[in-house]
């Protein structure tokens, strides 16, 4: 597991950044003369870390709030282990899948699709775009960011100028646009999304994943030529999309052998509904299939492969 790196750059307002490796969303930390608060949690597996950085950067106070900017597993994998250790901890998500998350309904969610997995939790309450709400010491806006996910919202402090982006910018690009995969169009949200951030004009933008950054202006303009690529070709966004879904199972697993990786991919619906054919006498095609994909994965040095056996990189 990734040692996180910890940003205090805004100790002063009280924000803290715990940089999360790929396979957890970043977090962070606010406190102040109101509402303590945690912004996403993490992916399942790292629950405990995520759990102990709370815990020492709070020392003795308590954790007031958990909201999660969406509900991607890498972004609330903790939430029921911050749950069990704040039992009067409130959690806020976005409008759209507060009956998803009370019926735990998986395919809603997106877990059973992708293949992922997230340990069931509770809300309390919603985000709403278009309302403040304090954390901290500090005013944040709520804005709704579709195109990566439908229900997606981002936190502005008008202030400090600051933004938590979660998925909607990152400093080379933005996350994979979810609803393009079922044939839902999105890609115009996309750009909605980053319209919204040009206007908002923050001076730091605080990822989902990676460093926080200044430079926006080179941000968007490189996360728009991506998003040009992938509207005059959607099927390079839609491989892409796959790769990505590959390398984040294999940040979890760090390695396995090619034919359960095969296995995994047929009973996951977005994999297996890419494949050649989802006829189960068809091993060798699509074998061929995911070693294609495994290929590209390899020369970009996502991973390598050492004989049968898949390896993270």
């Not at 806020?92 to 699709?113: E, F, H, N, S």
């Not at 319209?195 to 303009?221: K, M, R, W």
Request: aromatic fraction near 8%; proline fraction near 5%; charge should be negative.
């Amino acid at each position: 597991m990734s040692r996180p790196a910890i940003s205090n750059v805004f100790a002063a307002a009280g924000v803290t950044v715990f940089e999360r490796g790929w396979l957890s969303a970043n977090n962070v930390l606010l406190q102040g003369d109101g509402p303590s608060a945690l912004i996403d949690s993490g992916y399942g597996s790292h629950a405990q870390q995520t759990v102990a950085l709370v815990s020492q950067s709070l020392g003795h106070s308590t954790l007031d709030l958990l909201l999660n900017t969406h509900l991607h597993s890498d972004h609330c994998g903790g939430n029921a282990a911050l749950q069990e250790r704040y039992p009067a901890l409130q959690t806020w998500i976005p409008p759209g899948q507060a009956d998803a998350v009370d019926r735990w309904d998986t395919v809603a969610l997106t877990y059973a699709t992708t293949g992922q997995e997230c340990p069931r939790f509770t809300q309390q309450g919603l985000l709403r775009p278009g309302s403040t709400v304090r954390l901290g010491s500090l005013d944040w806006e709520i804005h709704a960011a579709k195109g990566h996910d439908p229900h997606s919202i981002i936190l502005f402090q008008p202030a400090m100028r600051l933004l938590i982006s979660a998925d909607a910018l990152w400093n080379n690009g933005f996350g994979v646009v979810f609803p393009e995969l079922e044939g839902v169009a999105a890609f115009d949200e996309v750009a909605q999304t980053l319209d919204t951030i040009e206007i908002l004009q923050p001076e730091t933008v605080i990822p989902g994943h990676g460093q926080p950054f200044q430079d926006i202006e080179a941000a968007l303009a490189r996360a728009r030529t991506r998003l040009h690529q992938f509207v005059n070709a959607p099927a390079k966004h839609h491989r892409h999309a796959i790769k990505v879904l590959i390398k984040f199972r294999l940040l979890e697993w760090q390695s396995i052998e090619r034919e359960d990786l095969l296995a995994w991919a047929r009973n996951t619906p977005y994999l297996c509904a890419s494949m050649p054919s989802e006829r189960r006498d068809h091993l060798e095609e699509q074998q061929a299939w995911l070693d294609d994909l495994l290929a590209e994965l390899e020369r970009s040095r996502a991973l390598h492969i050492q004989g049968t056996r898949v390896i993270n990189a």
